[in-house]
């Protein structure tokens, strides 16, 4: 997926949905998230605004947005990005995913998100609740199903995805609870972990020779 670079492309999504060889390579979500750019919960857990990363209430009394993958205008997610092997659609670097447009395509809301690897162009995601598709070459695929449960397999066309609860998960960017692993079903390592109300935090995927991507949240705007 784009903003998940694979398969999850599959996150973000962020990162990406490039193509077969690099396309495989997992990444999804985003969702958006860089996937996502929007997406981590950087600090501590806690977003600028003071929204609880795993939902709850904001400061003011506002509703945290505690969707798997909170896509939304504005949103974007920084990652310390780690090139693996030769894959340089993902160099090294912190790079940032950032969801910069809001539009309608075929008839669905859909928001464009930035990639968070340097040199995969944007995707376009629609969302509900915590379902994900994104516009793959002008056709909308599932990125992410709900409902998010342990064991819960789907398909995007190509490739399966199956969520695995991770618990709490500590990244740079701070400590989620309600965290999910959406593995993609290969035979090399291909997964994204995403937090409740946070995104994509974490993004791996390595092919069978080597080549491909780490990335970690290290910050979020929201």
């Given at each position: 997926m784009k903003r998940w670079v694979s398969a999850l492309c599959c996150n973000v999504l962020i990162a990406s949905a490039c193509s077969s060889?690099?396309?495989?390579?997992?990444?999804?979500?985003?969702?958006?998230?860089?996937?996502?750019?929007?997406?981590?919960?950087e600090e501590g857990g806690r977003g600028p605004g003071?929204?609880?990363?795993?939902?709850?209430?904001?400061?003011?009394?506002?509703?945290?947005?505690?969707?798997?993958?909170?896509?939304?205008?504005?949103?974007?997610?920084?990652?310390?990005v780690q090139?693996?092997?030769?894959f340089p659609l993902c160099p090294?670097?912190?790079?940032?995913?950032?969801?910069i447009d809001a539009l309608t395509i075929d008839g669905k809301e859909a928001f464009e998100v930035t990639?968070?690897?340097?040199?995969?162009?944007?995707?376009?995601?629609?969302?509900?609740g915590d379902v994900v598709q994104v516009d793959y070459?002008?056709?909308?695929?599932?990125?992410?199903?709900?409902?998010?449960?342990?064991g819960h397999t789907w398909s995007n066309g190509t490739s399966t995805f199956t969520w695995h609860d991770e618990g709490?998960?500590?990244v740079p960017a701070g400590t989620f609870d309600d965290c999910w692993r959406a593995t993609q079903n290969v035979a090399y390592d291909a997964y994204t972990i995403f937090c409740r109300g946070v995104g994509p935090v974490h993004w791996h995927s390595e092919d069978l020779t080597g080549n491909g991507f780490d990335a970690v949240l290290t910050a979020k705007s929201f």
């Open positions: 060889s690099a396309e495989d390579l997992g990444g999804g979500g985003e969702t958006a998230s860089g996937g996502s750019a929007s997406g981590g919960s003071g929204e609880s990363a795993t939902g709850g209430t904001a400061a003011g009394g506002a509703s945290a947005d505690d969707r798997i993958d909170p896509i939304a205008l504005g949103h974007a997610w920084t990652y310390d090139e693996l092997g030769a090294s670097g912190s790079h940032t995913g950032e969801t990639n968070l690897c340097a040199n995969v162009e944007s995707s376009y995601y629609a969302v509900d070459q002008g056709t909308w695929i599932l990125a992410l199903d709900a409902p998010v449960e342990e709490t998960v500590t």
